[in-house]
């Protein structure tokens, strides 16, 4: 399952392999997890969104479910009492950064040696959305800042 906030992102969704899409800015998705999980619950969300999400992606955990928070595109999240954690089923909620999953250089190889080798295969698709020359590295900030993009922003030196 999956969220978008518009149907043309939608459709980028559902066509990577998503099984149900859902847009967070006019359906709820929080009953839909819970109805695509038969109740449950999910095991996992991922959340790039932050604020405009993020009580909805807690919303939508199984009990010992785990929130990856991961961006903020619409905010940061506000300050909340640690205590609603354990409210909701004893959630686990995580906010990751890339250095503390690629702490040595022995490691950075493995994982882009592993995602490098997906991509080569065929198996891993990256979606780029825009190229520009470095010397737009401006422009480039200003399109992710806008979320007008659909995939990776490229700049070329």
Not at 5 to 19: C, D, H, I, V, Y
Not at 43 to 51: A, E, L, P, T
Request: aromatic share 6%; proline share 4%.
């Amino acid at each position: 399952m999956g969220t978008a906030s518009t149907e043309a992102k939608a459709q980028l969704a559902r066509e990577a392999g998503a099984e149900v899409v859902v847009n967070y800015t006019t359906q709820d998705f929080t009953s839909e997890a819970r109805r695509w999980s038969d109740g449950a619950g999910l095991q996992v969300v991922y959340d790039s969104v932050g604020r405009d999400t993020f009580q909805g992606s807690l919303d939508s955990l199984a009990p010992r479910g785990m929130l990856a928070l991961f961006g903020q595109s619409s905010g940061p999240v506000p300050a909340f009492d640690p205590l609603l954690l354990s409210q909701k089923g004893s959630l686990f909620l995580t906010r990751p950064t890339l250095k503390h999953y690629v702490s040595s250089t022995e490691e950075l190889r493995e994982r882009a040696n592993d995602i490098l080798s997906r991509v080569a295969a065929g198996t891993l698709k990256v979606r780029v959305d825009t190229q520009l020359p470095l010397a737009q590295a401006a422009e480039a900030h200003r399109l992710l800042e806008s979320r007008r993009t659909t995939g990776k922003v490229l700049l070329i030196p």
